[in-house]
Structure formats: structure tokens, C-alpha cells
């Protein structure tokens, strides 16, 4: 099943587009992340633009705003909660679009979504949450396409460089006549920065609702959770589909569990790999980005993430740590006891580096498809920029403008969105504006 295409409310009525007070609203601006998206709003948003600042507390808006550029003192100031009903719906009315950083979604995002949904407003957001976006798929997809509303989630290193990769790799080999894309692994050749307080919290939120919630693990561990319509996906392992109990869904995860190995050495290049943090979430994001687009990266798309960590021994050593230590953070953030202790000594949502660290921030990613006719494509995405704070920053705040420029280089499409599905085109060629690298070449 694919999405049918509805043109945005807004883009196809000016009068309706004017009537709202705002073209942007920054919610969440008192935030670390929030002030990063802030000031590259300031720096880079055309001047007639008309945006705006939100959150909880109009002092610490004020500070935010003082913060910023000259070109920012006139945005007006918007006090909203996330947890009053009636607060967001004012707030989506208000304006055209709503970029929020605030998270963990599943605590913070619910009211927006369905206020966004139902007013007919754009929104994009940060969020690397399954449940979450299942939640909002299934709640207010359909009243978003009926309303015109583009929801875009996960416009940040979740997962804009996985999901507009896969989409210029695809592309790229339909162009050249090379069929669709089967096996692709996407590897992390280099990455210097840190993960949010606010990604950090949004993990902690999610695994404590697997513990707790059986039918929540299901979905959450389900590779194909985000489809559109999870019976017509590929079938794998003999898997039935999610929710189904049977001794042959036990056996088949058995399977899959015994042949997944947590660390790797790439025959070819003798590079070892780890599993990659983001990859959970990545993945099911491409996954349904390929649904939403009626399969055309290719219905045989086997897709993977992996971190590098180098060749020889050091490589294997480091892959190793890094694979231990991302089962111990797992395995901490599932119990409630050692999730309490882990909340003392990682990052807390609202703090970040100093401007010196993210400055010597970086990544490189590097995706390796085959194609149905054989045909091998790289396709890099780099930034000299922190993957978690500045990088996303760019990523999100470009995602906004996107939204609120509404040209047409957008795609239609309409509902509970992707990056690669709601944006496309104009994200790449935004990002590449902004000094990103977005490269697809064929290799022998």
C-alpha cells in the first residue's frame, strides 16, 4: 500500500497560507539543541520570514533570543506547553510550521502531532523513537493527509543522512538503468562528536517501555515497524507478521539471533565493524521510505548499518569494546536500577559540549549498494560538523525551511512522513548549500 499524493493545504491557497500569524515556529528554543537550530534559523532563514520563538518560560525565550544574531530581535515570543492540549492546538494554528526539539516525543511530541494533524501544520521534529512514530503513523496519518499537514520526523542525524543516501543511491542506479537496490550497508567510516542529552533520553524512555509493555517490544524489535503496510513487506526468515505468536516465529528469530554477530571483518577491505547505535532506528526509517515510495529503492532491499573501527587488530579490539559497551548501555537503560545510575553520568537533555568540542566535530558515512543487475554504487554523506548538536542543527533548521519556503521542489506527498519521502530533492540540495556532502558514484 502507497500513500496517494494531496497537495499541502497552504501551498495551494495563498489566502489560507496568510491567515496564519507565523510561517515558522521554533519550539523548544530555550534548549541546547533548540538555540543551535535557533541561530542557524537567524543566519540563513530568508528576511521575510515570519518566525517565532516557543516554549515554557518566557524569560528563558527572552535569554535565547538575545543570544542570537541582530537580524533575530524582532521574533516574536510564544509561551506553549507541550502537555496542555489546548496550549498546542493554539500554537498550530498559529502557524504554518512547527520544527520542535522537544523530546523524549513519546512524552513531550503527542499533543503537537495531533494538533499539527488536525490544523493542517507542517511540522518536523528530532525524534529516533519507534513507538513514537508508530503511535503518530497510526493516530493521525490518514487526518494529516486528509488536512494537507506534512509530519516529518527524524529530520536530524536521526536519520537524514541514512535516508536521503538510500535515496540518491536508488535514483541514481534508476537513472543509469541499473534496476533497484538489494544488499546496502551503510558504514559510519568516521564519526566525531557526541550524542544528545535529549537522544539519550528518548532511548532510556523507549527501552523502559519494552521492559514493561510485551506488545511495545514486538513493535519496537519488529525491522519492519514503520511500515505503511507491514503484511505486503518482504517476508524474512519466514517471519510472520508483527504480533503473530507461533512456534515458527520463535525459531525464525532464534535463527536470525545466531547469525547475527556482533562484530565483523569485511573480507575485501579487512576492515572490522560494530554494530552502529543508530542503526535500530535508521533502518526502519529507510524501510518505510521505500514502502511510502511504492518500493522503488527495490522490494529485495536488504538494508544494514555498521561502525567502523579500522583493519588488523586494533580494529578488531576496538569493534569488540564497541560492541560491549553498547549491549552494557542497553542492558543498563532496560532496568530500572542501573537506568537511575546511568542517568548520573551520561548526558541530561538540555546540556552539550562547549563550542570548542563541536567544532572539531565530523562524520563520514558511506553507503555500499548492489544493485538487481550487479552494478555497485557508492554514495558518501559527510559534514565537518558534530553529528548530534551542530550537524543536526543544520539538518533540522534546513528541514523547517524546506517545509516553509513550500516550493515546488518538494514532493506532495502528505501524511506522517520521512525525510526522503516529504523532503527529497530540496533537502539535498539544501544540505549541499550548506557545505554537507551528498555524493553518489558508480564504482567497477
Known sequence: MTDTHHPPADATDPAAAAAREFDLVLFGATGFVGRLVAAHLAEHAPADLRIALAGRDRDRLESARSDLPPTAAAWPLVVADASDEASMRQLARRTRVVVTTVGPYARHGR?????????????????????????????????????????????????????????????????????????????????????????????????????????????????????????????????????????QRSRALARRAADRLPIERDAATGRWSAPFLMAPYNTRIVRRSNALLGWRHGRGLRYREVHDTGRGPRGAVRAAALAAGLGVVAAGMAWAPTRALLGRVLPAPGEGPSAEAMASGRFVMELDAETTTGARYLTTVAAERDPGYTGTAVMLGESALALAMADDSLPSRTGVLTPATALGPALVHRLRERGFTLETRRVG
Open 111 to 247: 499533543l503537537l502531532v495531533a494538533a499539527c494533524a488536525e490544523a493542517g501544520t507542517h511540522s518536523c521534529d528530532l525524534t529516533g523513537e519507534v513507538l513514537f512514530v508508530r503511535e503518530a503513523i497510526d493516530a493521525h496519518h490518514e487526518r494529516a493527509r486528509e488536512t494537507g499537514a506534512r509530519i516529518v520526523t527524524s529530520c536530524g542525524f536521526d536519520s537524514v543522512p541514512s535516508d536521503l543516501g538510500v535515496l540518491l543511491t536508488a535514483a541514481q542506479a534508476e537513472a543509469d538503468g541499473q534496476g533497484t537496490l538489494g544488499r546496502a550497508t551503510l558504514h559510519v567510516r568516521s564519526l566525531r562528536g557526541g550524542f544528545s542529552g535529549g537522544t539519550i533520553d528518548s532511548m532510556r524512555e523507549q527501552l523502559a517501555q519494552m521492559a514493561s509493555d510485551p506488545r511495545a517490544r514486538r513493535v519496537a524489535l519488529d525491522p519492519y515497524a514503520l511500515s505503511p503496510d507491514r503484511a505486503s513487506e518482504p517476508d524474512r526468515d519466514g517471519e510472520p507478521a508483527l504480533g503473530a505468536e507461533s512456534p
